[in-house]
């Protein structure tokens, strides 16, 4: 099955329309945000221990903060969307070719 860059986008569009997505990205953002924050506070401050420290430690608090709000896409998808929707995203997905452009 070929997909165009426009089938793709217009998947993630089709998706993105979706409300819930869009805390979803936020959420990751902010976690990639805390951890990175985090893991390179501890570099400087302890070398490759204390990189791996701050990752860790940014990581955790990352999904502490999101744990209410966060969804992944997958969820979103499944739980959230009509099974209308669910119907048109797969229609959209499947294209008109059988490999990838």
Known sequence: M????????????????????????????????????TAAVGGLLGGARGLALGGAVGGLVAAYMADDDYKSAVQIIMDDLTPEQRDKLYTQSRGNSSTWV
């Open 2 to 37: 070929v997909f165009s860059r426009a089938d793709v986008l217009n998947l993630v569009i089709e998706v993105c329309r979706e409300e819930k997505l869009r805390v979803c990205l936020s959420e990751s953002l902010k976690g990639g945000l805390i951890a990175g924050t």
